[in-house]
């Protein structure tokens, strides 16, 4: 069985259908979507389905839903993050669960992968959250050479509807092949990080990849035909 999680909480209502295909979910706490009416419903969600319970900060912008760089001062962006985490932390809490992972959203993920400072900057502000969560990271990042620096526990992070660069960056979202929208399309590439740990980058070069979880975006076109393939393929039901 292969772990398959799922950013959700960000207001696209569809999470009653995704739990039950997924292995652990990233819930938007504040930042760039999601309040602590949608946080409760996720845990209540996630908890019915057994599926494990994530954090999702990002950058305070939900104008722009976390998907752009914003002129922040790095204390804002510190006690918006931890803000964010201890929100939804208490909501689980009160439920009698816990926080299984930390994955930042948007612009604040992509810039880890070569922003070293901001990793280090990101890694000290959750440090709190150590020795309880794992942080879900891309392989070959800034952030992850950081985190087994400082002793994270770490789980790599893959994407089966998102289309690489060829030094295993995300192709932006700007750029209309960015995204994988087809079951066959995303069944083949989780197949390439599964069976060979490689991934084919937007120029067709196959890269070495690690993934221990697989993420497929709630709001991507055809998502729930997808999901329920991967289950299929890869007898991924729980």
Known sequence: ???????????????????????????????????????????????????????????????????????????????????????????????????????????LYNQMFTDRDLSEFYLDTIKSFQEECYIYIPYNSEIEKSALEKGFRIMYEAFGDRVYNDNLSLVSRDNKDALINTSKLVIDQISNIIDSKKIKSINGVYQSIKADTICIHSDTDNVIEILKEINKVFKNIK
């Open 1 to 107: 069985m292969i772990n398959i999680n799922c950013d959700l909480g960000e207001g696209l209502n569809n999470e009653h259908i995704i739990m039950p295909l997924i292995n652990s979910c990233n819930i938007a706490c504040g930042g760039h979507a999601g309040d602590s009416k949608s946080m409760i419903e996720c845990v209540e969600i996630s908890i019915k389905n057994k599926v494990l319970i994530g954090a999702h900060p990002s950058y305070p912008d939900k104008e722009n839903f976390g998907r752009k760089k914003i002129d922040i001062s790095r204390s804002e962006l510190y006690f918006s993050l931890l803000d964010q985490i201890e929100r939804l932390k208490s909501i689980a809490e009160f439920y009698g669960t816990k926080l299984h992972h930390i994955k930042a959203h948007g612009a």
